[in-house]
């Protein structure tokens, strides 16, 4: 089983990584022809900067649109943002103090994101306009991000797990040493829906995360009688 | 008025969202460009006899426009379906029809780039919601594209900012390439490349048409204003929609930038070669029709030798203007072609270039070189209607949201009573008219009676709470719209006119001459 788990996170690593590096280059190379942010809009780069975290930090269009939406997504995408940090001790060694000292926020957290992400799946069963755009991958991301995380709490506050010896496999990962994983039926299950995730993450709608840096209606700043935009197909045509 | 098939919307009590009406607007549908229409502009004449020939280009021509555009590679991928838009679109409140939620419409589209485009898709299409380009599907993207005024409204919520209307125009640009072209817009960009305006309003009637505004205007106030056409070395070149030259209530706006321009004594001209400031090239997504159209105006500038670019009130136009024309034709800063770098060197630099007119007429007010009897405009009580390209598309000024307050500033400067509709209705949540985006026809009239619904409900609480009889806006197609709805809602059609008409009213002209 250590084996097979050591091939699955290889794997799913390398997916993960290669898949979301391809998406985002591809993004990256695709051009933006015109000059066409959301306005009102910052003028300059700083504006811009500071628009992109007030969206990703607070999700502000998100807000203004929908408090109900907001509050479960927010709750979720903390709670998994605190959560992450802190699984950070499965792969440092020593822990450094500032991950220590995160270590409660990052356990609870755990709670919050199941919240949020029970919120959101009630309401595409109860809204009916959300209902009538859920699709069933919808649902099947929603019961995965869900198994994760109650999976994983059920380790911290019902069945413990060795941790130590979580850790020590995931540290082998690193250096290309199998340790033996401890055989915990949370574990087990944790392990096989994260890898889950990570291979199916750069073929589904978990792109929204790199592909908001790249929406043109955010990061463009609002400039165009200063600057001009011209993508290279369009300079193409210009010598027509 | 003629009598409708179906019922105006009813006011809500308090704004609570409408249940889903499934298939409510699947009949609506604007008429198809004639092979004739599609011919002129180079597109494809009609739909293939085989479908196999159509589903392949569709899909050739979506996949390049995938290659060329981020937005749309971006929103194709992005959408996590959690509703925050749903409510968000003036088409769906007063229709009820559930493809008009903006998440909805993009998934006509959304389904067949899974599909086609991504391994999901190929693999387990019923899991993602993807399926085959059909000549069923491609019918119902003819249906709902043409419901969408690419206005903005949802772009403004969604937390990646996903664009409909970048959706939209890739959609319709992929119909107008498999010759599934719409008459409406494709006829009026025929035009305006043959004649020069929209209206195809030939050089001698639109001289003629001038001719008779400077006559009407001296036997009311006794002032010479003047309508210069085709002046050589004129100050400013003055790009407006064609509308403003004879479509009421437009061309009360004509003759107040006619009025503010003699007041101020500065020099200007219209152009009988760019007589249009409107661009339909943006409605299909079309880059080089758009371009093409754009061309006219740095050209007219050239030999008309001007020192500014100023664009009369219209939504869309102003839009292509402020944030197209510099990519499309090199008007504004950066542009390194001949033609460009000349008319780099020909424009002021101190003047922004392009300018509104609204900030043109500002700028002057802030001089204090144009004087107001702002009593001549008491009979009125107004409220201004955010037109969606200024609002959320565009700006005016040196700062972010100028192009909300400059107007109203104008607004204020010239009359004593103003009052603002809703907070969740105006400035970068307006409701768009419902005939924004070539949707301006009359076979669409249900999607544009029912898709002003918002505006409408908005307007009935101000004229209820303060009397409200005037509605100032800065769009063409807003005021065509409107005069054409209001009435179905129970108001005067005259009820809503242009802000440089209220400066019309209150302006000094000086001595009599």
Known sequence: ?240 | MADLEFPIPKYRDYPEVPAIKAGAMAHSRPHVASEKIQEALGYQTKLAEDWQVTHDKAIGKFGELLGKYRSLKVFMDSCVHCGACTDKCHYFIGTNDPKNMPVARQELMRSVYRRYFTLAGKMFPSLVGAQDLTKELLDEWYTYFWQCSECRRCSVFCPYGIDTAEVTMAARNILDTVGYGQKYTNEILGKVNKIGNNLGLPGPALENTLEGLEEDLKEDTGFDIKYPLDVQGAEVLLVTPSADFFAEPHIESLIGYGKVFHAAGISWTLSSYASEAGNFGMFDGDYEMMRKVALRIRKAALELGVKRIVVGECGHAWRIAYAFWNTLSGLGAGANDPFAIELQKQLDPRYKQPSHICEFTWDLIQQGRLQFDKEANDHRIITFHDSCNVARASRMGDYPGGQFEIPRNIIKAVANKYVEMAPDTIREATFCCGGGGGILTDELVEARIKGAFPRMEALQQVVDQHGVNFMATICAICKAQFTKVLPYYGFNMRLVGGVHQLVSTAIRLGNEQ
């Not at chain 1, 969206?55 to 509050?71: A, D, H, M, P, T």
């Not at chain 1, 059920?154 to 340790?179: C, P, R, W």
């Not at chain 1, 792109?207 to 790249?214: C, D, E, Q, S, T």
């Open chain 1, 1 to 240: 089983m250590t084996l097979f788990f050591a091939i699955l996170f290889y794997l799913a690593t390398a997916l993960f990584v290669v898949g979301l590096a391809y998406k985002i280059y591809d993004f990256a190379r695709t051009p933006a022809p015109l000059s066409i942010p959301t306005t009102p809009a910052p003028t300059t780069t700083t504006g811009v900067a500071f628009r992109m975290t007030r969206e990703v930090v607070l999700f502000e269009s998100l807000f203004k649109g929908n408090l109900w939406i907001w509050l479960f997504g927010w709750l979720f995408h903390m709670g998994l943002f605190l959560v992450l940090v802190r699984h950070l001790r499965y792969f440092i060694d020593p822990i450094p103090a500032w991950l220590l000292f995160f270590q409660p926020f990052g356990k609870y957290a755990a709670f919050m994101m199941i919240a949020g992400l029970g919120g959101l799946w009630a309401r595409r069963f109860l809204v009916e306009r959300i209902r009538y755009i859920t699709t069933p991958s919808d649902h099947l991301w929603l019961a995965l991000l869900i198994g994760i995380g109650i999976s994983g709490a059920a380790m911290t506050f019902v069945s413990h797990v060795d941790v130590v010896a979580v850790k020590a496999f995931f540290l082998g990962l690193m250096v290309f040493e199998i340790n033996p994983l401890p055989a915990h039926p949370a574990l087990i299950i944790h392990l096989l829906l994260v890898a889950l995730l990570l291979i199916l993450f750069p073929f589904s709608k978990l792109l929204h995360a790199p592909g908001v840096f790249f929406s043109p209606t955010r990061n463009q700043a609002d400039n165009p009688r200063e600057k001009r935009h011209l993508a290279a197909w369009a300079a193409q045509i210009e010598k027509n």
